[in-house]
C-alpha cells in the first residue's frame, strides 16, 4: 500500500522513544474504552505487524489478526506464531456473525475507501463492542503530519465524517469518544500536558470511538 512503510520499518517505529510513548497512549485509551474480561475473542482489523495485537493478547485477550497485506501478516505471525492472523479485507469479513465478542480497528479504517461498509461488517462479527482508532483531522497531528511519513496515502477523518458511518447499524450502537496524542511531539512538554487534559477533549491526534452493543433485553425495554 502507498505510504506505509515495509513491516519492519513500521515496526521499528514503536521502538522509537516517540512511537513507544504514542503506542502506548493509543492502547490505554482502547482498553479504557472496551473493558474487556479477560478470555474474550478479540478481532484487530486491520493489524498490520501485530503491535496491537499482541498487546491485546498481553492483557489476556484471545486475539485473531486480518489484514489484506501478506507481508504485514507474515511479520505478525513472526513475531509471535501463537497468535492467529488471516489475510482479508475489512469490507468483507471472513467470519459469521458473532464470531467475536470485540473488534477494533486501529488506524486501518483510514486506508478503506468504504469505512461505512467495514463498520457494518465488524459490527456483524461483534457481539459486545466494536471500537475504531481514527486520525483526527482537527488536531495539531493532521497540522504536522498529513501528508507525511506513514500517514501520507491515509484519510484524515473528522468526527462529523465518522458520525455518518453508524447511522443505518442495527442494533443502534451506544457510542463513546475520547481522543488522544494532544501534542505529538512526544517530548516531556508533551507528555506532561497529555496528563493534564481530559480524554473528552475531541483534538487529539488519535480518535477512539467505542461502539457497543444492547443486549436483546436492552434493545427490547427500548421498544
Ligand atoms: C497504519 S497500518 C495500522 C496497523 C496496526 N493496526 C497498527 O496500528 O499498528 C494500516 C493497516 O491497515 C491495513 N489495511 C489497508 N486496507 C485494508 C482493508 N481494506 N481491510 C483491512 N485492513 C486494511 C494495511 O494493510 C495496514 O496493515
Not at 489484514?67 to 475489512?90: F, K, W
Not at 483531522?137 to 458511518?165: E, I, K, M, N, P
Request: some cysteine.
Amino acid at each position: 500500500m502507498a505510504g506505509i512503510a515495509g513491516p519492519a520499518k513500521y515496526e521499528a517505529w514503536y521502538h522509537t522513544a516517540r512511537g513507544a510513548w504514542i503506542g502506548e497512549m493509543e492502547f490505554r485509551l482502547l482498553m479504557r474504552l472496551l473493558r474487556p474480561a479477560p478470555g474474550a475473542m478479540l478481532l484487530d482489523v486491520g493489524s498490520g505487524t501485530g503491535y496491537f495485537s499482541r498487546r491485546f493478547a498481553g492483557a489476556g485477550l484471545r486475539v485473531t489478526g486480518l489484514d489484506p497485506d501478506s507481508g504485514m501478516t507474515d511479520y505478525a505471525r513472526s513475531a509471535d506464531p501463537t497468535l492467529a492472523y488471516v489475510e482479508g479485507d475489512a469490507r468483507d469479513l471472513p467470519f459469521p456473525r458473532h464470531a467475536f465478542d470485540y473488534v477494533t480497528a486501529i488506524t486501518s479504517l483510514c486506508f478503506v475507501d468504504d469505512p461505512r461498509r467495514a463498520l457494518s461488517e465488524m459490527w456483524r462479527v461483534g457481539r459486545r463492542a466494536v471500537t475504531l482508532g481514527l486520525l483526527n483531522r482537527d488536531s495539531l497531528l493532521f497540522r504536522q503530519r498529513q501528508g507525511r511519513g506513514c500517514y501520507r496515502s491515509a484519510r484524515w477523518d473528522t468526527v462529523t465524517a465518522a458520525h455518518a458511518w453508524w447511522q443505518d447499524l442495527h442494533p443502534a450502537p451506544r457510542v463513546v469518544m475520547r481522543s488522544a496524542v494532544f501534542f505529538p511531539g512526544g517530548g516531556i512538554g508533551a507528555r506532561c500536558a497529555e496528563q493534564l487534559l481530559p480524554n473528552v477533549l475531541p483534538w487529539g491526534g488519535f480518535l477512539a470511538i467505542a461502539l457497543h452493543k444492547p443486549s436483546r433485553e436492552e434493545v427490547r425495554n427500548e421498544r
